[in-house]
Nanobody, 124 residues
């Protein structure tokens, strides 16, 4: 049974940094891709970053390019999101997601496995 657990969220001031972690367990085969999504109150869930296991290809939302870095440590079965130069608009619940079949990790509806989320709050 696949389980994804996020951690590392918290409250920081604008310009600060946080590193989110997503610990994965309960599966035999490697994921095809994993991604981070976020959702602020009253807004739709949006993709933040994705990483494809084969080749390590990454993809980022324009709003976080140059500030966030997604990575995966296969030995630890953990995915990370390093967030630097945080802005108040980054405030949201951040979710880890994955899929094991071939496909995209771009839209929320494309991923079937989700963590419970970790809150990130950035004050001005």
């Amino acid at each position: 049974q696949v389980q994804l657990v996020e951690s590392g969220g918290g409250s920081v001031q604008a310009g600060g940094s946080l590193r989110l972690s997503c610990a994965a367990s309960g599966y035999t085969y490697s994921s095809y891709c994993m991604a981070w999504f976020r959702q602020a109150p009253g807004k739709e869930r949006e993709g933040v970053a994705a990483i494809y296991t084969i080749g390590g290809t990454t993809d980022y939302a324009d709003s976080v390019k140059g500030r966030f870095t997604i990575s995966e440590d296969n030995a630890k079965n953990t995915m990370y999101l390093q967030m630097n130069s945080l802005k108040p608009e980054d405030t949201a619940m951040y979710y880890c997601a994955a899929r094991f079949d071939v496909g995209r990790c771009q839209d929320a509806g494309e991923l079937g496995y989700w963590g419970q989320g970790t809150q990130v709050t950035v004050s001005s």
